[in-house]
């Protein structure tokens, strides 16, 4: 049994920070793909970051690129997800994913097979 637990989530301004965090209990393992996948209301989940066993294996999604930063200690099983000058419209429930299997299109919900809970992220204006 894999269990993803995110945490970091909470209020913050426009043009504010928050650092999302994420860990892997129960079946643990160095060669999980992690990310990130938001979902607003009344909106699909959305691809956000991705990042599997090095940095050329890190994706983001268009609208966070330059802003989010996704890190992780594989040894620790832990993801971290720092976002910076954060918008309105970024206000979403954030979950963890995690996947063993490498796709062709790692950006996609569907490659996913662990999920988190999600944690909340609102940014007031």
């Known amino acids: 049994q894999v269990q993803l637990v995110e945490s970091g989530g909470g209020l913050v301004q426009v043009g504010g920070s928050l650092r999302l965090s994420c860990g892997v209990s129960?079946?643990?393992?160095?060669?999980?793909?992690m990310g990130w996948f938001r979902q607003a209301p009344g909106k699909e989940r959305e691809f956000v970051a991705t990042t599997a066993w090095s940095p050329v294996n890190t994706y983001y999604g268009d609208s966070v690129k330059g802003r989010f930063t996704i890190s992780r200690d594989g040894g620790k099983n832990t993801v971290w997800l720092q976002m910076n000058d954060l918008k309105p419209e970024e206000t979403a429930i954030y979950y963890c994913?995690?996947?063993?299997?490498?796709?062709?299109?790692?950006?996609?919900?569907?490659?996913?097979?662990?999920w988190g809970q999600g944690t909340q992220v609102t940014v007031s204006s």
């Open positions: 994913v995690a996947t063993l299997k490498f796709t062709s299109d790692m950006t996609n919900r569907e490659s996913y097979d662990y």
């Open positions: 129960g079946r643990t393992s160095s060669s999980y793909i």
